[in-house]
C-alpha cells in the first residue's frame, strides 16, 4: 500500500482503506497452529485399513482415538492423533495418564503385533506419518515461520509468531487480500487462493492473533509465492500503543536506526515474509517471482545493506540513506560499479525498496545467474522538508534537487561507483516515479535509464524537445508500468511513444498486481533484468558462412563469442530460421542438424544474448542440390563385438563410382551416428579411420550409420553399414 493516502483524521484503523472483514472461522480463530504441524497426517494404508485400526484402538484403551478437524480453506482434513497424550487427558497424581480401562502386558503385545500386521498388510510402503511435534515454551518460532502443507491451496502455510505478554490485542495485518485477474476488484481472503488471484494492497487485511499463556500471539494463513508485505497492529497500554503499526521484531531486515524512517513516525511501516514456489500453484509469474524475490540459498552471494547518515540539500541532519553492495563488492576495482537510485511512493522512506519492493534478493539472484552485472543500490528517504507529516512534505522539486546536488557527490566520494551517465539509472514507485519528472526535466544529461512504476512523469511537448536537445544522440531508456489492478498502459504508451518520436528507447508493461510494494518488486525485476545496462557489447558466430548438400542429414557446430562487462553472463540462446523440414533443428549448445528431407536454398543460424535480446549474431548457410553420380561406401569396425567400455575401430573406405569401374577418391567429409551421438569426419584419401567409445552404453546392439557429402558432383549416399554388440 505504498503511495496510498490514509483517510484524514484518528483513528487510522485501517490505514489506507477500510479493513474488509477478514475474521477467521472460530474454528481456525482458536486453533493455536504453533502447537502443531500444519503438515497433515496422511496415513499411507488403506481407508478400510485405518478404519479397522481405530476400532481396533478402542478395543484395547477402552476410549476412541483422538481426533481434531483442521479446516484449511474450505476442505476439512481428518486427522488420527497418533502420539503424546493430549495435555487435557485425565492423569493420575504421578502426571501419567488415565486410561479407562487397564491393559496388560500380554494384552498389549498381542494388540501391538496385531496392528503392526495390519498396517503391513497394507502394502511395503504403508505407513502412518509420526505425531506432530508439540513445541514448549522454549521451542516457539518468534517471526514468520513458513512450512510445506499439503493441504494448504497454495502448498505453503505461514505461521506468524509474536510476543508480548503485555498486549490486550494484536492482529496480524497487510497487503495479504487477494484480488483475481478475471473478476477485478473483488477481494478474496487468503485461504481462498486459486490460480489467478494474488495478494494485492489497497484494502489492509486484518486478522486477529490468539494469545496463550506464555504472551505469544499467533496465527496461520496459506499465502501464494513471492516477497509477501505484512505488519502488526498492537494494543500495548504499557507502552501507550492503541493500534500501533510495527514491524515484526524478529525479522532480519536492517532498519535505520531509531525513529528516522518516515514510516516509524508515520505509523505506517511494512514488513516481508517470503514464501516459496509449488507446483500445485501453476502460474509461472508465481514461479518467477520466487525464483527472483527469495533470499539466495547461498549465503556468500548476498549482498549488504546498511543505512548511512546524512544530511540533506536543506540542512535537515538526521536522515538516512539506504546503500545496498553486490556480493564480493570491491572498492578498489578498476571498473566502477553501476549505481540505480531509487524513490519511494507518497508515504515510503528509504526502506521500501529495500524490504517490500525487495530489491536486495532481485539483485542478489539476477548477479548470481549472470543477468546483469554487480550493480549498487542506493535508496532515499524524500519527506525532509520541515517537521510536517504527510503529503505536503515531499516536494518533488527538493527531492530531484536533493538527490543530485547532495546525495550523488555523497556516494561517488564514498563508493566506487561509476560518474557517467550510462552507469547512472533513476526510479521511483509511485510518487517517485513522478518525481521522476522533475528529475528527467532538470537534469536531462545526469541518468541514462529512467524507470517510473505505477506513477508517470508529467512532461509538456517543449519538455520532451528539451530534453532530446540536450541528451542528442546519446543513449537514453525509459521504462514504465503498473499493475492489472491500477488501470490499462494508455498514459504509459504516449509517454513511451513520445521519447521514441524522439528517437529514444522506450518499454511498457504490466503485472498481475495493485498499488503496492508486490508490484514494485516486480516491475523493478523486469526493469533491471530485460533492459538496465545490458553489459553485453558484441555477439559473434563461428563459422560465419557454411556450403552444405541437400539430401542427407547434415550435422554442424556453431560457436558464439559473446564480449560482456565484468559478471554478465556470455549465455546465448541459438535458433534457425528459414528451415522447411520441422526435423532441421539447432541445440542449446549451437550444433545443427539439417533433416534429409531439408528443401530450403539457404538457413539462418542466430545466436542471441540471453541478458540482452537487442544483441545477436548469424551465420548463413547455403544448401545446395546433389549432384547424381554414385558413391560407395565401405565401412568395417573391429571387434564385431566388445566387452561394455571398450572402443570399437571403424574403418571408411569412400569411392565415386562410375559405369562398370572405380573413380578417383572423393573429397569431403564423412557424418558417423553410433550409440545416438553423431560425429563429423574429414576424409584424407577417401578414407577415414573412426574409434567408436562404448563408454555409458547399456549393452545390446547398436548400429553404426555412415553418411557422405562434400562434393556436389556425387549424389549423398547414407546407410547402416553393420550392427555392433556391446556386452
Known amino acids: 500500500m505504498i503511495g496510498m493516502p490514509p483517510p484524514p483524521g484518528p483513528p487510522r484503523e ?3 482503506a477500510p479493513s474488509i472483514d477478514s475474521r477467521p472461522t472460530p474454528d481456525s480463530a482458536t486453533r493455536r497452529t504453533r502447537r502443531r504441524s500444519t503438515t497433515p497426517l496422511t496415513p499411507r494404508v488403506s481407508q478400510d485399513t485405518l478404519r479397522l485400526l481405530i476400532r481396533f484402538s478402542f478395543h484395547f484403551t477402552g476410549q476412541p482415538s483422538t481426533t481434531d478437524t483442521a479446516k484449511r ?8 492423533r497418533v502420539g503424546p497424550d493430549p495435555p487435557c487427558a485425565p492423569r493420575d497424581h504421578r502426571g501419567v495418564p488415565q486410561m479407562r480401562r487397564t491393559i496388560g502386558k500380554r494384552r498389549l503385545s498381542r494388540a501391538i503385533s496385531l496392528l503392526t500386521i495390519m498396517s503391513l498388510g497394507a502394502g511395503a510402503s504403508a505407513t502412518i506419518a509420526p505425531p506432530a511435534a508439540v513445541a514448549d515454551a522454549h521451542g516457539i518460532v518468534a517471526g514468520a515461520t513458513v512450512k510445506a502443507d499439503r493441504g494448504s491451496p497454495t502448498g505453503y502455510t505461514v ?41 494485492a494492497g489497497g484494502t489492509e487485511f486484518t486478522r486477529d492473533m490468539t494469545k496463550d499463556s506464555e504472551g505469544y500471539w499467533s496465527v496461520s494463513l496459506p499465502l501464494h509465492a513471492g516477497s509477501i508485505s505484512y505488519w502488526y497492529r498492537v494494543w500495548d497500554p504499557t507502552q501507550g500503543w492503541e493500534n500501533k503499526r510495527i514491524w515484526d521484531p524478529a525479522s532480519t531486515n536492517p532498519r535505520p536506526p531509531g525513529e528516522s524512517s518516515f514510516r516509524v513516525r508515520n505509523n505506517d511501516v511494512l514488513d516481508a515474509v517470503y514464501v516459496p514456489y509449488d507446483e500445485k500453484q501453476n502460474d509461472p509469474v508465481l514461479k518467477e517471482r520466487a525464483e527472483y524475490e527469495l533470499p539466495i540459498a547461498d549465503p556468500e552471494k548476498r549482498g549488504t545493506v546498511t543505512y548511512i547518515p546524512y544530511t540533506t540539500i536543506l540542512g535537515d541532519s538526521g536522515h538516512y540513506l539506504g546503500v545496498y553492495l553486490p556480493a564480493g563488492y570491491d572498492a578498489e576495482r578498476e ?34 545467474k549472470g543477468e546483469i552485472e554487480p550493480t549498487v543500490v542506493v535508496t532515499m528517504g524524500n519527506h525532509f522538508t520541515g517537521t510536517s507529516l504527510g503529503f505536503g512534505s515531499y516536494n518533488q522539486t527538493n527531492a530531484a534537487n536533493n538527490l543530485v546536488q547532495t546525495i550523488l557527490p555523497l556516494i561517488e566520494e564514498r563508493y566506487n561507483v ?7 539509472a533513476y526510479a521511483g514507485f509511485s510518487y517517485g516515479g513522478m518525481t521522476g519528472a522533475h528529475v528527467i526535466r532538470g537534469y536531462p544529461t545526469t541518468f541514462a535509464f529512467y524507470g517510473h512504476f505505477s506513477g508517470n512523469p508529467s512532461l509538456t511537448a517543449q519538455d520532451y524537445d528539451n530534453v532530446a536537445a540536450a541528451v542528442g544522440e546519446n543513449n537514453l531508456f525509459v521504462f514504465l508500468g503498473n499493475g492489472v489492478f491500477e488501470g490499462n498502459l494508455n498514459a504509459q504508451n504516449a509517454i513511451a511513444d513520445n521519447f521514441r518520436a524522439r528517437g529514444y528507447d522506450a518499454a511498457t508493461t504490466q503485472v ?15 526493469f533491471a533484468r530485460d533492459h538496465l545496462w545490458s553489459g553485453v557489447d558484441t555477439v559473434t558466430v563461428t563459422p560465419a558462412t557454411d556450403n552444405l548438400t541437400q539430401g542427407w542429414n547434415w550435422v554442424r557446430q556453431f560457436n558464439a563469442t559473446v564480449t560482456t562487462n565484468e559478471g554478465v553472463s556470455p549465455a546465448v540462446t541459438w535458433s534457425v530460421q528459414g528451415a522447411s523440414s520441422a526435423d532441421t533443428t539447432i541445440s542449446a549448445d549451437g550444433l545443427l542438424s539439417v533433416a534429409a528431407d531439408e528443401t530450403a536454398s539457404s538457413l539462418t543460424v542466430v545466436a ?16 545446395a542440390p546433389p549432384g547424381t553420380a554414385r558413391t560407395v561406401v565401405k565401412a568395417k569396425a573391429t571387434p ?17 563410382q562410375t559405369q562398370h569401374k572405380k573413380a578417383p577418391t572423393v573429397t569431403g567429409e564423412i557424418a558417423v551416428t553410433f550409440g545416438g551421438t553423431t560425429r563429423v569426419v574429414p576424409l584424407a584419401g577417401g578414407e577415414a579411420v573412426v574409434s567408436l567409445p562404448t563408454a555409458g552404453l547399456a549393452t545390446g546392439g547398436y548400429p553404426v550409420h555412415v553418411a557422405y557429402s562434400g562434393d556436389r558432383d556425387y549424389a549423398p549416399t547414407a546407410a547402416v553399414h553393420q550392427q555392433l554388440r556391446v556386452r
Do not use: C
Open 14 to 16: 485501517p490505514e489506507h
Open 608 to 623: 542471441t544474448s540471453v541478458v540482452d535480446p537487442t544483441k545477436a549474431s548469424s551465420a548463413q548457410v547455403t544448401l
Open 159 to 199: 505461521t506468524f509468531v509474536y510476543h508480548n505478554p503485555n498486549a490486550t490485542q494484536v492482529r496480524l495485518a497487510g497487503d495479504l487480500t487477494l484480488l483475481d485477474l478475471a473478476t477485478g476488484n473483488t477481494r478474496y481472503q487468503p485461504e481462498e487462493w486459486q490460480p489467478g488471484r494474488y495478494h
Open 73 to 80: 480453506g474450505r476442505k476439512e482434513v481428518r486427522r488420527v
Open 640 to 656: 564385431a563385438s566388445i566387452v561394455q567400455g571398450g572402443t570399437f575401430e571403424l574403418h571408411v573406405d569412400l569411392r565415386a
Open 418 to 424: 561509476s560518474t557517467e551517465r550510462d552507469g547512472r
Open 335 to 368: 571498473q566502477p560499479y553501476k549505481v540505480a537510485y531509487l524513490a519511494h511512493g507518497i508515504f515510503g522512506d528509504e526502506t521500501d525498496f529495500m524490504v517490500p519492493a525487495n530489491v536486495p534478493n532481485i539483485l542478489d539472484n539476477m548477479i548470481a
Open 512 to 526: 498481475p498486481g495493485a498499488h503496492d510494494g508486490m508490484t514494485a518488486s516486480q516491475l523493478f525485476t523486469i
